[in-house]
């Protein structure tokens, strides 16, 4: 960023500050030419400074990338000014992506340098636990920041005249991403929010029964047993032996557990521990047959890889959007199916909670709508990257670091290779080793951060990689694994 706009700084304050006694006339208009003249100059030092990033890169990995994109266009050179050099650095690299295909651009790393430019991304740490919460873009940054600054200016006018005002435009672009109608779409703040909405709005009543597994996310697990507690259903909990590519048996897992008493089967789409995918809509579709409705766990899958909510056929849903979507932390997004909005109490009360509007399930009293209006942006920087090609590139990662460790000695690997039943998050782990040593050994000796995970029958650290990271990122994760299993 050595070339953004300290000569428009300097000129300007050249310009506008108060003449001094003894300014000349001409020293006056000199100013003014500067000003004038200074987007000439900084554009050469921009294209000056774009040569050295491009020059300075791995030789083979530039050579392939240029060979399918060609050189710089005069268009990219010459883009809106207003831009920082990141964004116009972006815009030129997708410009001259469109006819690459999202398998081929999965591995050109000198397309996911211009990918990195848009994150504030540490020198000095390798962040491989996005799975956790993904760090936003340099754009949704500055929206939130800029919102926030707003709200301060004037709180009660700005938040409640001004940016409350965004919601049902920001509800009508999240519906036609997630690929539901917008009156079926609620903004929230994450998905246990959602899902807690949901699980204890149900309109449940003693003896009832709901399946859901042991490998469930912690909140949801606490959410359902606190029912049982309070108004005496019943939970079936199933446990899963992953990670699995057997479809039959995943589903048959959730059938088996279903009974003339169960009115409900909850769903993680993908698991949060080691990254299987199950396979929603078959269970769902069992479910729908004996009327059982549907509630699925899309924490980690909106956004993640491609497909939309209407083809899970699931009666719920909900998801962070501060993990997939990289909109700021504390967003998420909850999914009710139309002819199911009227029958569920929010969480929050309202004057008629059994009214027929997703909008009631909104009333959260104060909320920070500077995060919420910073969505947005998170949903345009998604569209632009593309939501195939951010699949293609994040299983790619996950496959590629897992290819090499896959033979080391002692390593064992708890994730799919295959897309089907997994993308960007991968376990590892290395026998007669804790998780935790693993985990602490990467990151205090490597700079890499995971996560160790123990959780019923998952014992491994989860690697979750991010549009941002690259290749090199992760080749520092498997001189980790290599160094910590030769320790075994």
């Not at 049902?168 to 539901?180: Q, Y």
């Amino acid at each position: 960023m050595c070339c953004d706009a300290p000569f428009n700084v300097q000129f300007s304050i050249e310009l506008f500050k108060p003449r001094r006694q003894g300014d000349t006339e001409k020293h006056r208009v000199f100013s003014v030419h500067s000003v004038h003249f200074v987007p000439v100059v900084q554009k050469l030092i921009e294209l000056f400074c774009t040569f050295i990033q491009t020059i300075t890169m791995s030789n083979n990995n530039r050579r392939s990338f240029l060979q399918k994109v060609g050189t710089f266009s005069a268009t990219a050179i010459l883009s809106s000014i207003a831009k920082p050099m990141w964004a116009r650095n972006l815009d030129a690299a997708l410009r001259d992506a469109e006819g690459i295909s999202p398998d081929d651009l999965a591995s050109e790393e000198d397309f996911r340098y211009y990918v990195q430019q848009s994150f504030t991304v540490s020198p000095y740490l390798i962040n491989l636990n996005n799975g956790g919460v993904s760090p936003a873009p340099k754009v949704v940054q500055e929206a939130m920041k800029r919102y926030y600054d707003y709200s301060n200016e004037a709180p009660s006018y700005y938040m409640w005249r001004i940016l409350d005002q965004g919601r049902e435009p920001l509800r009508k672009n999240m519906a036609r991403m997630a690929g539901c109608d917008i009156e079926e779409v609620a903004i929230n703040r994450n998905s246990s929010e959602g899902l807690e909405t949901i699980i204890f709005g149900l309109q449940l009543k003693a003896g009832d029964e709901i399946v859901a597994t042991k490998q469930d996310y912690p909140n949801m697990v606490n959410a359902y047993k606190q029912r049982e507690i309070r108004d005496g259903i019943k939970m079936v909990w199933v446990n899963l032996e992953l990670p699995s590519e057997d479809e039959t048996y995943l589903i048959n897992q959730y059938v088996k557990a279903f009974t003339p008493r169960t009115k409900m089967v909850h769903i993680t789409h993908i698991i949060n521990w080691n990254g299987q995918i199950i396979p929603v809509r078959k269970i769902a579709a069992e479910a729908h047959k004996r009327g059982i409705e549907v509630i699925v766990d899309g924490a980690h899958s909106l956004f993640h890889f491609d497909f939309k909510i209407a083809d899970l056929d699931c009666d719920y849903f909900a998801s962070s959007l501060h993990k997939w979507l990289y909109a700021p932390i504390g967003s998420g997004m909850m999914y009710v199916r139309k002819n199911k909005i009227k029958n569920l109490y929010p969480l929050f009360a309202t004057d008629d909670p059994l009214r027929d509007d997703i909008r009631k399930f909104e009333a959260l009293g104060t909320r920070p709508m500077f995060i919420e209006q910073a969505i947005s942006k998170a949903l345009d920087f998604h569209e632009m990257i593309g939501n195939e090609r951010k699949e293609k590139r994040l299983h790619y990662l996950k496959n590629y670091w897992f290819d090499k460790v896959k033979n080391v000695p002692k390593v064992k690997l708890h994730t799919s290779f295959s897309p089907k039943w997994g993308c960007a998050i991968g376990n590892v782990s290395v026998e007669g080793k804790k998780p935790e040593e693993l985990d602490s050994f990467l990151l205090e000796k490597y700079k890499v951060h995971t996560v160790a995970i123990n959780w019923e029958n998952i014992h491994s650290i989860r690697v979750t990689p991010n549009v941002y990271t690259t290749t090199n990122n992760l080749d520092v994760l498997v001189d980790g694994i290599n160094a910590f299993a030769k320790q075994v």
